[in-house]
Structures are given as structure tokens and as C-alpha cells.
């Protein structure tokens, strides 16, 4: 994900990778988000995904003018509504790539004369995690929608695939922060 934050004229630009555990963010009052989240399998080289894992963003210099460095060149700081454009000239100058082998390695097939091992490290370039580490994250996904919207623990298990509330509890308590009870009472905004 790119992410922009803006406070009056002062602006910051990150740069963001997976996250493998629950998080809490904060919006401090009279800030301004918007982001793009990339197309998966979409990357900066520059910024490897898995070096921005679990809140190590990178932060990208802003400059006067509301300008980005990046790559030793300025860019024009997008707005909400122009933020394609952006992704797009990114694109156009090598900065921004997709790996099209990644959605078959993620749905667990190998592409033709590739070793199981380099398909994971391809895969891992390109996400910042292994593939059984987002498997996890999104069963986690399901199964916390499904609480969330006032589902049953004893159906969550299904959904999410677990083997028992057991699993399904230490697994909440990993990707959410919180258990499934906690889930089900929607005490909490969650983001996905």
C-alpha cells in the first residue's frame, strides 16, 4: 500500500507492507488519509515488501510544493481523486511492478519448470510474506468477518476452517487482538 497523511500543508507518504498480527493505528484529529492499496503481486523494488512487514513503513521525502522524492526524482503529490494517474506514471517508469505468477502460486499451483522453492521465494519477493503465512491471514479474515457480523463461534470454526473453538480463539487472538466473543459484541471497529 501507498499511504499519504496530511496535516494542514505538511504531508507524509509511506510506504507500507504486509502485516502478519493485529495492529492499532491511530487518526489524529485534523488529519487527512487516503492510499492506494496495490493489485496483489504488485511491488516497489525499491521497497521490498517483506522489509516493510508489520509497520516498518518506509517514508518517502516530501519536499516543498508538495513533491515526493523517490528514485532521486521528484513526483507531483497525488490527491484522492488523482491517485491512478500516480500508480499508473509509477508504472511507466519501472518503479511499481506486478509478478503475474503470483495469484497461481498463491492458489497453490506451480507454474511449468519452476522448483517449488523458487516459487516461494518469487512469491515472497513480490508479498512480503509466505504463501502459508497470508493462507493463515485469511482464514483468520474470514472467520473475524463472519464473528463480526454476528455469527456464531460454533460456525465460525467452519468457516474459518479450524479444528475447534480452541483454534479458532488463539487464532483471533493473533490476528485480531481480540476473542471471538469480543468479535461477536462488534466492540471494536476492525479494517480488512
Not at 44 to 61: C, I, M, R, T, V
Not at 94 to 106: A, H, S
Not at 135 to 144: D, G, H, M, N, P
Request: one cysteine or more; a positive charge.
Amino acid at each position: 500500500m501507498i499511504a499519504f497523511a496530511r496535516n494542514g500543508d505538511k504531508w507524509t507518504v509511506h510506504v507500507r507492507g504486509p502485516e502478519t498480527r493485529a495492529t492499532h493505528l491511530t487518526c489524529p484529529e485534523g488529519w487527512e488519509f487516503f492510499g492506494v492499496e496495490l493489485q496483489f503481486g504488485a511491488y516497489l523494488p525499491l521497497f521490498p515488501p517483506s522489509g516493510l512487514a508489520n509497520l516498518n513503513d518506509a517514508l518517502l521525502p516530501t519536499l516543498s510544493g508538495d513533491r515526493i522524492l523517490l528514485d532521486n526524482r521528484d513526483w507531483e503529490m497525488p490527491t484522492k481523486q488523482n491517485v491512478d494517474v500516480f500508480v499508473n506514471r509509477l508504472v511507466r517508469a519501472g518503479l511499481l511492478i506486478f509478478d503475474p505468477l503470483v495469484e497461481e502460486i498463491r492458489h497453490g499451483e506451480r507454474p511449468r519448470a519452476m522448483s517449488e522453492r523458487i516459487a516461494q521465494i518469487r512469491f515472497r519477493r513480490a508479498v512480503g510474506v509466505s504463501r502459508r503465512k497470508l493462507v493463515s491471514i485469511e482464514q483468520a479474515q474470514r472467520a473475524a468477518q463472519f464473528l463480526a457480523a454476528g455469527g456464531s463461534i460454533a460456525e465460525a470454526v467452519i468457516v474459518g476452517g479450524y479444528y475447534d473453538q480452541p483454534q479458532l480463539a488463539r487464532a483471533m487472538r493473533w490476528a485480531t487482538g481480540h476473542t471471538p466473543g469480543e468479535l461477536r459484541s462488534a466492540t471494536s471497529f476492525l479494517a480488512f
